[in-house]
T-cell receptor, first 111, second 117 residues
Framework: DAKTTQPPSMDCAEGRAANLPCNHS???????VYWYRQIHSQGPQYIIH???NNETNEMASLIITEDRKSSTLILPHATLRDTAVYYC????????????FGQGTRLTINP | GAVVSQHPSRVICKSGTSVKIECRSL??????MFWYRQFPKQSLMLMAT?????????EQGVEKDKFLINHASLTLSTLTVTSAHPEDSSFYIC?????????????FGPGTRLLVL
């Protein structure tokens, strides 16, 4: 079973910031938070991951609360091509551990 | 990010035939590859974990004699759906694990859509 909870769907206007929440209240100390997205009929795309500090890359920012029980993925300037299902996944620090996908959040960017 | 390819991208076959799907890591060596299946409007479900040079580990409920996995090299894993039936029609996706220090990020292939008639 997935160890994360996400809203099933969200809408965001093109050009605005999209903030996607994720609850992972049972996360343990050796688990990272990973975010992937899946555009229709494609394989999932890696976005970002973090442990406890906020992270930023060319795609997005990841804000993790101090207690690590929740996080928010931020797409700073959403475009129509960001419409996808976004998955928040927790997994252990080391080893080639399997990813357990929940239902994710279906994000729709509106023109 | 690292690049993972799959071939074919889509395949249609008759019931009772076998279908082989290839998963390749193009610019890195993958000691571990994973095979997922995704039915319409559902999330990805892990089928098996494939380690180079050893037998695959299957998830509960996945028939290992029906879904044959071979991971003969550090860049190639294959999934063979034997005696395919219409209920095997699905979107099959592989991922490969890239070692980067102590962290291992998984990168996914584009998927293979299988339709069994």
């Amino acid at each position: 079973d997935a160890k994360t909870t996400q809203p099933p769907s969200m809408d965001c206007a093109e050009g605005r910031a999209a903030n996607l929440p994720c609850n992972h209240s049972t996360i343990s100390g050796n688990e990272y938070v990973y975010w992937y997205r899946q555009i229709h009929s494609q394989g999932p795309q890696y976005i970002i991951h973090g442990l406890k500090n906020n992270e930023t890359n060319e795609m997005a920012s990841l804000i993790i609360t101090e207690d690590r029980k929740s996080s928010t993925l931020i797409l700073p300037h959403a475009t129509l091509r960001d419409t996808a299902v976004y998955y928040c996944i927790v997994r252990p620090l080391q080893g080639a551990q399997k990813l357990v996908f929940g239902q994710g959040t279906r994000l729709t960017i509106n023109p | 990010g690292a690049v993972v390819s799959q071939h074919p991208s889509r395949v249609i076959c008759k019931s009772g035939t076998s279908v082989k799907i290839e998963c390749r890591s193009l610019d890195f060596q993958a000691t571990t590859m994973f095979w997922y299946r995704q039915f319409p409007k559902q999330s990805l479900m892990l089928m098996a974990t494939s380690n180079e040079g050893s037998k695959a580990t299957y998830e509960q409920g996945v028939e290992k004699d029906k879904f044959l996995i071979n991971h003969a090299s550090l860049t190639l894993s294959t999934l063979t759906v034997t005696s395919a039936h219409p209920e095997d029609s699905s979107f099959y996706i592989c991922s490969a694990s890239s070692s980067a220090g102590v962290m291992e990020t998984q990168y996914f292939g584009p998927g293979t859509r299988l339709l069994v008639l």
